[in-house]
């Protein structure tokens, strides 16, 4: 006879056991070094810090009650479509590859943004939000990548299996551009030839002609227990002669996105962001580091961008409480609240490949 299923509370313990590891929990630092003198205030002794001084930190408590009282949603039904690439696209364009990972082809350079191939978004392979669906292009499809942008170090945004795959390509491995004190992650894996350069928020790098500055965001860092903030977050404006993109990584809505929007200015308007727009239920606990479709179509008008594309959605199951095909739902009530045209913010199939215009 078959075995009976565990229940749904004691088949969530082990994810449960696993969040109370990532999620942000005060008192869970590592060693604090004072700041320099001088530093930017969201450098501290603790840490790093939201540009508005706040933090994001749970207790025990509220992610036991979340984990342990959460109802497994539906799956999609019919399954999210997967659809085959078209890596023959002129320039510029986009792939979505699934959650945050997009391919963009824009300047010259084949940049990837938070690269995450891989089975489950977690430290191990037993546990763990997992991938629901075919990958659409594994990292031996790509074309060769020549810069890989690296949002924050949490487990469905970096991912090192997906690096060491990545630093293997042939013909060399890309660029790696993260923020702040994420470079010593990338130093340990003891990558023969790896180049990372780290940013501060508002830094640049220029490689090849295109510019790419880490923007500030409202979110958090963990890859263990003990170093909770020691690394920095944000997105990225990605400034091509012809094209420019801007990536707002996981974020919480705050003034930030209005703030780049005037930092740049004299730079032009941004053709295309790439927005998250899953992974915000329950909300009160999800509210400060994960926007919602509407909070997302919000920033979209703070960044008085041309067109948005929704990411971080209908990929990895368990990561939070929403149905995975619920965003593009939202997405549309959102935009008929505030006024958008359909195509003004979309999103894409995985796999799909959106052929892009820009200003010139």
């Keep these: 006879m078959p ?74 039904q019919p399954p999210l479509p997967v659809v085959v690439p078209d890596l023959q696209a002129p320039e510029p364009n986009i792939t979505w590859i699934g959650h945050s990972t997009v391919l963009a082809r824009l300047g010259g350079l084949a940049v990837l943004t938070d690269p995450q191939f891989s089975e489950r978004a977690s430290p191990v392979s037993w546990a763990g939000p997992k991938r629901l669906g075919a990958l659409p292009l594994t990292p031996a499809q790509l074309p060769h990548i020549d810069v890989v942008l690296v949002s924050h170090n949490h487990y469905d945004h970096l991912d090192e299996a997906s690096v060491r795959a990545l630093a293997a390509q042939p013909g060399g ?40 500055m880490l923007t500030p965001a409202r979110h958090w860092s963990s890859r263990t227990p003990f170093d909770r903030q020691r690394t920095l977050w944000g997105g990225f404006a990605v400034l091509a002669p012809e094209f420019r993109l801007i990536y707002t990584g996981d974020t919480g809505y705050s003034g930030d996105f209005a703030d780049i929007r005037r930092h740049l200015a004299h730079r032009g308007s941004f053709d295309l962001a790439l927005i998250p727009v899953g992974c915000y239920e329950p909300r009160e606990f999800m509210r400060a580091q994960h926007v919602n479709p509407t909070d997302a179509a919000q920033i979209h008008l703070d960044l008085g961008a041309r067109r948005s594309v929704g990411v971080h959605w209908g990929t990895f199951e368990g990561l939070c409480d929403e149905p995975l095909d619920q965003a593009p739902r939202d997405l549309a009530a959102a935009r008929r609240q505030l006024g958008l045209a359909d195509e003004a913010f979309t999103v894409l199939k995985h796999g799909e490949t959106l052929r892009l215009q820009g200003a010139r």
């Design 173 to 212: 491995a890309p660029l790696f551009i993260v923020p702040l004190k994420l470079k010593a992650w990338f130093d340990d894996l003891d990558l023969a030839g790896l180049r990372v350069v780290e940013l501060d928020w508002w830094q640049s790098h220029v490689e090849r002609g295109v510019e790419f």
């Design 3 to 76: 075995r009976p299923a565990l229940p749904a509370r004691l088949r969530r313990l082990p994810a449960a056991l696993l969040t109370l590891l990532l999620v942000p929990l005060p008192g869970c630092s590592g060693d604090k070094a004072p700041p320099s003198a001088g530093a930017p205030a969201h450098h501290t002794a603790e840490g790093f810090r939201n540009r508005d001084g706040s933090t994001i930190d749970k207790s025990q408590w509220e992610v036991w009650r979340w984990q342990l009282s959460r109802q497994d949603p539906p799956r999609p």
